[in-house]
């Protein structure tokens, strides 16, 4: 049974995952297919950063294109796509000013940095006093300052001492935010549903007392939209739903439209504004094939109405589910098309993942118990059904397991 690539990459590779085991070859659109020509549903989407489907045609143009004219220059020069890109971006957001990072982690770091600078330079805090609030649950990348921030024990140990000044607050409770900000509270960071932490959705209304208790005490809010944003939940943004607008926000997966890793930082003026030439910087943040790519995944995402898409089908989606009336079905949780399962503890999550690779659908479980299913946006009801299908045999078998 054994697979040699998948030996291959183990013996040199470092062990960091649990990859299920499958070897992906190709993709397009909602499906890609393995190293034996089968073919799956990604249900995943790369932790969504593939919103617009595998190999998007218009995109892949771009990419093309853009890498055969300029594609690596560093921030030491200009070019004629990063403007561009920031000036969609921050326009579609309504952001006054955007900086260009690669991956999630490091827009998040760059969305701390700036709180503290802000913090120091116009809030009037002592200097290496600045404190950032987040929450039990959070993800926030795997850097030293973001599983700093982390309230998972596996993340942390063994990596520390982290920074200081940051605290942690429950998820979701607006009393527990008002009671740990203080004077040199510079940031809190929030994401609108934590993802990683189990497709958790706040109770409504958290996110607009959060952003008033911000105002109310000087404290930017920022929202963690790396997983959230661009269309998946069925809003442009996840806050939108609340009807706010934060401080900042920091954007990533999506925006690469599933082809390159590009993130943001987007804020206002007078914030973004604490950066100085020399103060922060990336060698590939902001080059013109990430810029060229991102500004096209954001066209795409409106022309192509995938956010409207992301609202239908998942609603869609989450009704078919609720109809499956499986014991092992404990809830049925997400906005748009961010959805999670949780499984009844009796039962491995993971092991139904496995089960369902072999019906031809690809997803992976969060925590233990959630199983997540966040296709590429351009998902449509047949296959949603064909999902279902799957999902419900796999359910009758695991049932009959324990029974
Ligand atoms: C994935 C994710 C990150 C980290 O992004 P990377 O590109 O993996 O560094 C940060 N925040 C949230 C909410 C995420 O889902």
Same mark, same amino acid.
Request: proline share 5%; with cysteine.
């Given at each position: 049974?054994?697979?040699?690539?998948?030996?291959?990459?183990?013996?040199?590779?470092?062990?960091?995952?649990?990859?299920?085991?499958?070897?992906?070859?190709?993709? $397009?659109?909602?499906?890609?297919?393995?190293?034996?020509?089968?073919?799956?549903?990604?249900?995943?989407?790369?932790?969504?950063?593939?919103?617009?489907?595998?190999?998007?045609?218009?995109?892949?143009?771009?990419?093309?294109?853009?890498?055969?004219?300029?594609?690596?220059?560093?921030?030491?020069?200009?070019? %004629?796509?990063?403007?561009?890109?920031?000036?969609?971006?921050?326009?579609?957001?309504?952001?006054?000013?955007?900086?260009?990072?690669?991956?999630?982690?490091?827009?998040?770091?760059?969305?701390?940095?700036?709180?503290?600078?802000?913090?120091?330079?116009?809030?009037?805090?002592?200097?290496?006093?600045?404190?950032?609030?987040?929450?039990?649950?959070?993800?926030?990348?795997?850097?030293?300052?973001?599983?700093?921030?982390?309230?998972?024990?596996?993340?942390?140990?063994?990596?520390?001492?982290?920074?200081?000044?940051?605290?942690?607050?429950?998820?979701? %409770?607006?009393?527990?935010?008002?009671?740990?900000?203080?004077?040199?509270?510079?940031?809190?960071?929030? $994401?609108?549903?934590?993802?990683?932490?189990?497709?958790?959705?706040?109770?409504?209304?958290?996110?607009?007392?959060?952003?008033?208790?911000?105002?109310?005490?000087?404290?930017?809010?920022?929202? %963690?939209?790396?997983?959230?944003?661009?269309?998946?939940?069925?809003?442009?943004?996840?806050?939108?739903?609340?009807?706010?607008?934060?401080?900042?926000?920091?954007?990533?997966?999506?925006?690469?439209?599933?082809?390159?890793?590009?993130?943001?930082?987007?804020?206002?003026?007078?914030?973004?504004?604490?950066?100085?030439?020399?103060?922060?910087?990336?060698?590939?943040?902001?080059?013109?094939?990430?810029?060229?790519?991102?500004?096209?995944?954001?066209?795409?995402?409106?022309?192509?109405?995938?956010? $409207?898409?992301?609202?239908?089908?998942?609603?869609?989606?989450?009704?078919?589910?609720?109809?499956?009336?499986?014991?092992?079905?404990?809830?049925?949780?997400?906005?748009?098309?961010?959805?999670?399962?949780?499984?009844?503890?009796?039962?491995?999550?993971? $092991?139904?993942?496995?089960?369902?690779?072999?019906?031809?659908?690809?997803?992976?479980?969060?925590?233990?118990?959630?199983?997540?299913?966040?296709?590429?946006?351009?998902?449509?009801?047949?296959?949603?059904?064909?999902?279902?299908?799957?999902?419900?045999?796999?359910?009758?078998?695991?049932?009959?397991?324990?029974?």
């Amino acid at each position: 049974m054994s697979n040699p690539i998948i030996e291959n990459e183990k013996k040199f590779g470092a062990n960091n995952y649990a990859p299920l085991p499958v070897v992906l070859v190709r993709g $397009e659109g909602v499906y890609v297919w393995d190293d034996a020509g089968n073919r799956y549903l990604d249900m995943m989407s790369a932790y969504s950063a593939v919103s617009h489907g595998h190999c998007h045609p218009r995109l892949v143009k771009v990419l093309q294109e853009q890498a055969a004219k300029l594609a690596i220059v560093s921030r030491a020069f200009y070019t %004629d796509k990063l403007g561009a890109f920031l000036e969609r971006a921050c326009k579609l957001t309504g952001f006054e000013k955007a900086l260009a990072m690669n991956t999630g982690v490091e827009a998040v770091e760059t969305a701390l940095k700036a709180a503290r600078k802000w913090a120091y330079s116009i809030k009037g805090v002592a200097e290496n006093k600045a404190e950032i609030i987040a929450c039990n649950g959070n993800f926030h990348g795997r850097t030293i300052t973001a599983v700093g921030l982390s309230s998972t024990p596996q993340y942390r140990k063994g990596f520390g001492p982290f920074p200081d000044g940051l605290k942690l607050i429950p998820f979701g %409770d607006v009393d527990a935010l008002e009671k740990a900000i203080t004077p040199n509270t510079a940031a809190f960071l929030v $994401e609108p549903i934590q993802g990683e932490g189990g497709i958790n959705v706040p109770p409504q209304g958290y996110l607009k007392a959060c952003a008033e208790i911000c105002k109310k005490n000087n404290v930017l809010m920022i929202c %963690d939209e790396i997983q959230t944003g661009l269309g998946r939940t069925g809003n442009l943004l996840a806050f939108q739903h609340e009807g706010i607008q934060p401080d900042a926000i920091v954007l990533g997966k999506a925006l690469g439209g599933g082809l390159l890793p590009v993130s943001l930082f987007l804020t206002r003026k007078e914030v973004m504004d604490v950066f100085m030439p020399g103060d922060h910087g990336s060698t590939f943040g902001g080059n013109p094939l990430a810029a060229a790519v991102g500004k096209a995944a954001l066209d795409v995402l409106i022309e192509e109405h995938l956010i $409207e898409r992301a609202a239908e089908l998942g609603k869609y989606f989450q009704e078919k589910l609720r109809t499956l009336h499986s014991p092992l079905i404990k809830e049925v949780r997400g906005r748009g098309l961010l959805i999670g399962l949780e499984i009844d503890g009796r039962y491995d999550a993971h $092991e139904i993942c496995l089960k369902l690779l072999k019906h031809g659908i690809l997803t992976k479980e969060t925590h233990k118990t959630v199983i997540r299913f966040a296709p590429p946006l351009i998902i449509s009801k047949e296959q949603i059904d064909v999902v279902i299908n799957a999902l419900n045999q796999v359910l009758v078998e695991a049932e009959m397991e324990l029974a």
